[in-house]
């Protein structure tokens, strides 16, 4: 199994909204990745987990909020997103601890908030 | 910190024939150098790697070539086929492990 499963697929939200994204691997990855990509643009790395914790926040504001649960499981709590906001946002994990050395990506969640 | 260039920002090419996409960098420690490709609607995927210690690797179709002196690295796609269409990126990643995405080629195989 060399998937990175990613759900929902599509989602749509209003500006009062909670909702959350779940990312899901079963390679025994260490290190897993929440990126956000614009059209046309490459993707922006927001958080890294390595060994569970936390160890990368690129100053994302708070209205994101990441979890991890367990080695296999990677969530992104969304509430108050503004419009600027929408894109499709992936996650990725890596055997080795880092920013995305050999990283493979799920399909991504496009995300529209209206 | 590293700042990775890519060219061209799009690309056609008419099936059969070779597509060279090239990617600049300023980090001189930058040791590991990843292409992905993304398809309309998709995750990006790992297609092929390289690694400073090596100056070519290659996979079927797909080569990857490195100029450390130059710091610059080139994916070249051999026998296009319209699937070979997507965006492609290329990235540069130091012991650090600062990891940094080029801007993207768009890539089109004329069939």
């Known amino acids: 199994d060399t998937e990175v499963t990613q759900t929902p697929k599509h989602l749509v939200m209003g500006m009062t909204n909670k909702k959350s994204l779940k990312c899901e691997q079963h390679m025994g990855h260490r290190a897993m990745y929440w990126y956000k990509q614009k059209a046309k643009k490459p993707p922006e790395l927001m958080f890294v987990?390595?060994?569970?914790?936390?160890?990368i926040n690129e100053s994302v504001p708070s209205r994101f909020s990441p979890e991890c649960p367990n080695s296999s499981l990677l969530n992104l709590h969304l509430h108050a997103l503004q419009p600027e906001d929408s894109a499709l946002y992936l996650c990725?994990?890596?055997?080795?601890?880092?920013?995305?050395?050999?990283?493979?990506f799920g399909q991504g969640t496009r995300l529209t908030v209206v | 910190g590293e700042n990775v260039e890519q060219h061209p920002s799009t690309l056609s090419v008419q099936e059969g024939d070779s597509a060279v996409i090239k990617c600049t960098y300023s980090?001189?420690?930058?040791?590991?150098f990843p292409w992905y490709k993304q398809e309309l609607g998709k995750g990006p995927q790992l297609i092929i790697d390289i690694r400073s210690n090596v100056g070519e690797k290659k996979d079927q179709r797909i080569a990857v070539t490195l100029n450390k002196t130059a710091k610059h690295f080139s994916l070249h796609i051999t026998e296009t086929q319209p699937e070979d269409s997507a965006v492609y990126f290329c990235a540069a990643s130091n012991p650090g492990n600062q990891f940094y995405f080029g801007t993207g080629t768009s890539l089109t195989v004329i069939p």
């Open positions: 980090d001189s420690a930058s040791n590991y």
């Open positions: 987990y390595s060994y569970e914790k936390l160890s």
């Open positions: 990725a994990s890596s055997q080795e601890e880092g920013r995305g050395i050999g990283a493979f």
